[in-house]
């Protein structure tokens, strides 16, 4: 007990230094001068419109996170009515509330470095490609910091309090389920206005990407925060949390060593310092390649990762080489994940420009290069997730009953261990691709906005590259949640008396039904969020053109487009979008688990999983190599700017937009969601089924 007592202490201290380093970085950023009167208009005007989105997103969240605290309290761990420790219940309730509190704030405080970040990054890349990168890449670590220091935090925190890691799982499902519709909510608004900006300005006008006439670039710019930054920093604080809550709900169900729990923690501590020296570390010269520099940097934090285990393994007595072999293999497929992520969607590799030059053929070829291409990409991650849980079961499996789930979990935990420097990298992205904007708006001229382009395109590369990462890691994460379903369903099977469960039968019928519903979920849920942004681009279309018809003088130049009223059009559309596909999910999860029991559940989590896994894969990547594409015909390849190619490039892009940004990155997150969804309510299945 002392050695966890021990592992608490240092996980609050790596907290707080990752905070102070945070600090530290925010400051440096905010030093970095802003000149150009234009640019700091824009750029007041993305600030203002991201935090009106966010208030209104975050208080109509809030409404509904108290609201399911309530169910909570009253039905978990066990109905309110039917239990003597209430204590559970309250404990629960809180941790679900903490949990979705600490996502909004790592959300809140990414959006606002970001957005102060963007335009001293434009302004950096007039003094070259070395301090803009700089500018851009120290902005997004902030963020990246502060979610890896919170999920630390948090999780240590409510186990030294509570003492029992299945209240842990109410920690993460507050995480998830704000993540959930915070990833929803910021990729429907983000994709409606690049759609709309892109199609009428690009394709219809012939203007630039950025032209300051189009009244939807403000809200493209405002998107890329809410979307990009406060999205996908709740997607990937939830990420970390459930894949540290699962290995320890399995560690604490474990005999044989009272190392499981501390090593956790151990593995987490180090990862957040590996994460730190990485950041730390980020240099590109002043012709350097970003990409190359954003890469070489995960990759010293891996190497770093693994050095610093490998030591606390052989220093720390009850650590188990087999367990730190089961956490570098789920690290070493992630950064495998990565690579080939990056070769199917990097502009210097040779898919990319294949369908660059499909694109000369019309944008029909575009799109059905880029599926068939997306489908493809998706094999070596589906791959590489599979060997990575088969290699860790089978290595864990000799320790004991229990070991090879556990095994699985800390491969999880492995591949998540340096997911502050995967923030790091995704926050990037937004970052540079809002500094090329407002370099274009404030007419910092051609050479400024190459290097721009230069960084957005890296930044693109990279997001896919996190992207599949992310993915991977919510693969192997909700492997090791369904071993913690079927904990917390045996427990429930052992009190009422009934068989417990040893796996799940496919030739079951009861199994075999919930694996056909669960199948189709994701790709349910995929379409509810992809028609959201095609309503609401369908509004924002709508009224570029009425702008442009009734203001005289904008097409000209001569006059300001009204950015508020396409903002407005994003904000109010991807607010009525906000709830309903994931409430679909998490409702999906209820009817199935009441009509048959925890066997459909374990069906139902594993078609899920299966069909979650292929189609966010192959949206992410897909969307990633379009959008690459468009970029690479615009650096005046297969024609150019303005050529057949370039405009089927764009319309490929504007598929691409919601399939990488909205759908894609969401579905991982609505896995996690329904799989603590499962775990929670599992007394509640196997007490109320109609079959079970």
Sequence with gaps: MDLLKLFYGLSFLTAVLAFAFAAYLYLWVKKQRTVNARIQEVSALI???????????????????????????????????????????????????????????????????????????????????????????????????????????????????????????????????LALFAKAGGGIFTKTADIAADLTGKVELGIPEDDPRNPAVVADNVGDNVGDVAGMGADLFDSNVAAMASALVIAQSLSGSYANVPMVFCYAILGLLASIIGIATARIGPHGNPTRALNSSTYVTTVVFLVLTAAATALVDGFSWRIWGASSVGLLVGVIIGITTDYFTDDSRPIVRKVAHASGSGPAFTVLSGVSYGFISAMPAMVGIAVSALVAYQLCAPMGDGYAIFGISMAAVGMLSIVGMIISNDAYGPIVDNARGLAEMGGLGEETIRIADELDSAGNTV????????????????????????????????????????????????????????????????????????????????????????????????????????????????????????????????IVGFIGGPLAIGGFLLGDIVSGLLIALFMSNAGGLWDNSKKYVEAGNEGGKGSEAHKAAVIGDTVGDPFKDTAGPSINTQITVVSLVSSLLSSLFVAFSLFG
């Excluded at 309530?70 to 761990?77: E, F, Y």
């Excluded at 045996?490 to 039904?513: S, W």
């Design 47 to 177: 600030k203002e419109g991201a935090n009106t989105f966010m208030r209104r997103e975050y208080s109509i969240l809030a409404r509904f996170a108290l609201v399911v605290a309530v169910i909570v309290l009253v039905l978990l761990p066990t109905p309110i009515w039917r239990t003597e420790r209430i204590l559970d219940n309250v404990s629960i309730a809180i941790a679900y509330l903490i949990g979705t509190a600490l996502s909004a704030v790592a959300g809140k405080i990414g959006t606002l470095v970001a957005t102060l970040s963007n335009a001293r990054t434009a302004e950096g890349a007039q003094h070259g490609i070395k301090p803009a990168f700089l500018i851009g890449f120290r902005g997004g670590a902030v963020m990246g910091l502060i979610v890896v220091g919170c999920s630390l935090l948090g999780v240590a925190a409510v186990l030294m309090v509570v003492g029992d890691a299945t209240i842990l799982l109410g920690f993460s499902f507050g995480a998830s389920s």
């Design 463 to 590: 997001k896919a590259v996190t992207k599949g990462f992310s993915i991977g890691a919510a693969g192997l994460t909700v492997i090791s949640l369904l071993g913690a379903f079927m904990s917390e369903a045996n427990a429930a099977l052992a009190a009422a008396g009934k068989e417990l469960l040893t796996g799940f039968d496919i030739m079951e019928p009861t199994v075999f039904f919930g694996i056909l519903i669960g199948a189709a979920i994701p790709a349910v849920f995929s379409a509810m969020l992809i028609l959201g942004v095609d309503k609401n681009a369908q509004r924002m279309v709508a009224e570029i053109h009425r702008q442009f018809n009734s203001i005289a003088g904008l097409r000209e130049g001569k006059a300001q487009p009204e950015y508020d009223k396409c903002i407005d059009i994003a904000t109010t559309g991807a607010l009525k979008e906000l709830i309903p596909a994931g409430l679909m999910a998490i409702v999906a999860t209820l």
